[in-house]
């Protein structure tokens, strides 16, 4: 399978994972949110080398905890995630002279 379809896969079977836990299952609770950021995003919220990834992660699980999560709400959060994840590998490598 190619990356990107297995990235797209992997990121649907986590939601599924995560929102089969409570009723109804299509949808993230806060709960099952806050326990997803907490399990598949550790790496970043330890790291300090990534600080755009964090302050993204840290919005997300101090603002949408008030509401479930559908399939879409989710993949934008992935969306902004990589977004800021792309910008602290761009900013942390040395930049070329010429």
Do not use: W
């Not at 992997?10 to 099952?32: A, R, V």
């Amino acid at each position: 399978m190619a990356n990107l379809l297995a990235a797209v896969q992997g990121s649907i079977e986590t939601f599924t994972i995560y929102s089969s836990q409570s009723s109804p299952e299509d949808t993230l609770s806060p709960e099952e949110f806050q326990n997803l950021i907490q399990n598949e995003f550790v790496e970043i919220l330890k790291d300090s080398n990534h600080p755009k990834a964090k302050e993204i992660l840290l919005q997300y699980k101090n603002t949408n905890n008030q509401k479930p999560m559908e399939i879409v709400e989710f993949l934008d959060f992935l969306r902004n995630i990589a977004g800021a994840f792309y910008d602290d590998i761009k900013s942390s490598k040395p930049q070329d002279p010429n």
